[in-house]
């Protein structure tokens, strides 16, 4: 495609969202000349001035302005990183409710109007490393939100996870220093793995349940797509009879909740440290739009005290069991940034960020976020950090707010302040879509403490522990103990374990006897027993396995069997996943009877061996072809890249003369040999592969159930 035409496809798309039409994109003609930021055109960029006659180079010059404004430039590019959530990844896309079923709870139009597609912009993210930091670590992801409405902005800057460490905000620096590279030599990064955070979160017991939740399988996610999101806070929804209920925000992946498994993300950590940013951006230009629902929680203001816990607590989830959630829209992903910095690093969300209809609770954890965000965008962007193409709002912005370092609206008119004489931008009526203030009251005694339920941190904790699976239990452990074991000082691991005793005494004592802590000879509280079902990633499972956005390597040689090959990708295709040919180089590979060197008759190896390995994909194929299957296995790298899939439970097939390479010179313990119905042998390490049919599609749930004998 030229250049033109990619322009032209560009200008297109702009008009699918009102967002993207407002971000007035560079309308860059490429054969626009080179100028300066003035707008002058260049003569040359290569050579600063300078004495020069031909043979003696002289100094440079300092009048050069077309060299000293492109140094001055650079020198001046970076920003401040985020504080925590530094490294991440957006896109855009929008949402659409399913009916007007919020109304009983809500008059945003946003949450009832099903006519409405509002745009939004997506950012993902992990907290603790900095912008260069890799993707795979184990970490809580970021799930933030804007939507463009027609009565505003509206952000709901969440989590992948549903409970936070804390539970009021004044502790939020604290637990951030505490698990940001420590002080004295800024070590580690992208890991929680280190004393200080540990150190922390066993001083600060309110953090255990969150702790749990980081160091499951949701620490390691296989891909931003296949997240929940959660708003984390519990907010408040007002509607037009001026009733209010409390409310928690869901996201549920269409593909369903997928991690990858630990020895997994520390190699792709290596390996490809863009890993998640990269997968969004594929699964998007692959049209296999990332996609959710959106679900509430709600709870009638009359009965916020009707629990046991207390529904302001940002370290307790809203049992599904107890408040069911209703979902109630979708948002679909569908188009990727088109340069990082003004839409990635500049995106700037804000919990105080909502529409009419919408409000805060008493959450002491929102209401210090509601200060900070702001405060922070100020440090980071300057206090017009609104106006930034990628911040503003779709609807007109009026009002008296003026000035500040880069402002770059211009208004005219004689008036800056209200009232005025002229009457001019005045406010509105909530019943004309002003911002409704819900009337609250409120009595109580101004102290610095917390209410008597927030005293209670084990409960839940618990509830999750009983409602994993074994291997995600086991998981666990193997977590903790790989964090703890990163911690050298005694006092730091003992006393953890020790806290988890509170939670499960196998727990406890399994980690506790990896890492050298202290094993406990009985459980420092009974365990309650109870389970909630919808605690487990494995409740997410999509409910049509579905290989949709799969990354699915096909792994040749020399001689390979090209029938067998195309019509692998041919399905694969139709079931809108990706296939890859690994071959042993990058370029053409020959299948059987073809003229090595011809150029004609072989397909286009994507990869070298060693140019991609095995934990870059989800699943494998070794078609057919005697030669193919001899030089695979006379590889020393191919038979590694099968066996490190398997020990990582991914699915993996073969056809003909592949089932010998797997069987004989890969030989992988305990599989089952099994034979499809188009009788071309197909082989795997735990459920059927059929090629014809592509029962392929059982990945995602395959890959769980293999994990239980991990
Ligand atoms: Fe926060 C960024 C999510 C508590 C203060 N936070 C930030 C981002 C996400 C969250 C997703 C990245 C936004 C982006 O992509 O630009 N934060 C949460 C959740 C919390 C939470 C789900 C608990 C419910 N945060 C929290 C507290 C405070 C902050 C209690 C402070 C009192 N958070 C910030 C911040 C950041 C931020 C320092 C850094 C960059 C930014 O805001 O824009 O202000």
């Not at 969300?349 to 922070?376: E, H, K, W």
């Amino acid at each position: 495609m030229s250049m033109i035409d990619a322009l032209k496809q560009r200008v297109t798309a702009v008009a699918e969202s009102e967002k993207i039409a407002d971000l007035q994109y560079e309308t860059t003609n490429p054969e626009q000349y080179l100028t300066t930021d003035h707008g002058v055109k260049v003569a040359e960029t290569d050579n600063w001035l300078k004495v020069q006659d031909g043979t003696h180079t002289g100094p440079s010059l300092l009048e050069d302005q077309i060299g000293r404004e492109k140094i001055t430039r650079f020198d001046h590019e970076r920003i401040p990183e985020r504080v925590v959530h530094a490294r991440g990844a957006g896109a855009f896309g929008y949402f659409k409710v399913f009916d007007d079923s919020a109304k009983k709870y809500t008059l945003a139009p946003v949450l009832t109007d099903s006519s409405r597609t509002t745009p939004t912009f997506v950012r993902f993210s992990t907290v603790q490393g900095s912008r260069g930091s890799a993707d795979t670590v184990r970490d809580v992801r970021g799930f933030a939100v804007k939507f463009y409405t027609q009565e505003g902005n509206w952000d709901i800057v969440g989590n992948d996870i549903p409970v936070f460490f804390i539970q009021d905000a004044i502790k939020f620096p604290d637990i951030v220093h505490a698990v940001k590279p420590e002080p004295h030599n800024e070590v580690p990064q992208g890991q929680s793995a280190h004393n200080n955070f540990w150190d922390f979160v066993g001083l600060q017991p309110e953090s255990a349940y969150k702790v749990l939740w980081a160091m499951s399988d949701r620490g390691i996610p296989r891909s931003y797509r296949m997240m929940q999101g959660f708003g984390v806070n519990t907010y408040t929804l007002s509607n037009a009879q001026g009733e209010r209920f409390f409310v928690k925000f869901h996201w549920i992946p269409e593909l369903g909740v997928h991690s990858l498994v630990w020895d997994e993300a520390l190699k792709i950590g290596g390996q490809d440290p863009d890993f998640h940013r990269k997968d969004l951006q594929e699964a998007i230009d692959n049209g296999a739009y990332p996609k959710w629902t959106f679900a509430i929680q709600v709870i009638p203001e009359a009965n916020e005290h009707d629990f046991e816990f207390d529904i302001l607590d940002a370290t307790k989830v809203w049992p599904e069991e107890l408040i069911p959630l209703q979902s109630i829209g979708e948002m679909i992903l569908n188009r990727t940034i088109d340069e990082y910095f003004p839409q990635v690093e500049q995106v700037a969300f804000c919990t105080a960020n909502v529409i009419s209809g919408i409000g805060f609770s008493d959450d002491p954890l929102l209401q210090g976020r509601n200060f900070s965000y702001f405060d922070t965008q100020i440090s980071r962007l300057g206090v017009n950090w609104q106006e930034l193409p990628i911040n503003r709002p779709v609807c007109p912005v009026m009002n008296y707010q003026r000035d500040g370092q880069m402002r770059h609206r211009i208004h005219q008119g004689t008036v800056n302040y209200w009232p005025n004489r002229k009457g001019h931008f005045k406010p509105v009526p909530h019943t004309d879509g002003g911002f409704f203030d819900h009337p609250q009251k409120i009595e109580g005694i101004k102290q610095r403490a917390r209410g008597k339920k927030f005293q209670e941190h084990y409960n839940q904790a618990q509830l999750f522990y009983n409602s994993l699976s074994e291997y995600e239990r086991a998981h666990l452990v193997s977590a903790f103990s790989f964090e703890l074991s990163h911690c050298d000082d005694p006092i730091v691991y003992e006393s953890y374990t020790k806290l988890l005793n509170n939670i499960d005494f196998d727990l406890a004592k399994q980690v506790a006897i990896n890492v050298g802590g202290v094993v406990p000879e009985g459980p420092a509280r009974e365990n309650h027993g109870k389970r909630s079902p919808s605690l487990s990633q494995l409740y997410y499972a999509p409910k049509e396995p579905t290989i949709k956005s799969r990354r699915i390597a096909i792994l040749v040689a020399d001689g390979f069997d090209l029938s067998q090959v195309e019509a692998l990708r041919a399905v694969i295709k139709a079931g809108s996943a990706t296939s890859w040919i690994i071959g042993p180089r990058r370029g053409w590979v020959y299948p059987e009877g073809a003229v090595a060197g011809s150029g004609k008759g072989g397909v286009w190896a994507d990869h070298h061996y060693e140019g991609q390995r095995s934990t870059l994909f989800d699943a494998f194929i070794v078609p057919g072809g005697a030669k193919s299957a001899q030089a695979l296995a006379e590889n020393g790298r191919t038979i590694h890249w099968i066996r490190e899939a398997f020990g990582h439970c991914k699915v993996i097939g073969a056809i003909g003369e592949g089932v010998a390479f797997l069987r004989e010179a890969v030989m992988l313990p305990g599989i089952e040999y099994q034979t499809n119905s188009n009788s071309s042998q197909v082989v795997s390490s735990f459920g059927v592969v059929t090629i014809g049919k592509l029962t392929l599609a059982n990945i995602a749930v395959d890959t769980l159930k293999i994990s239980q004998d991990d």
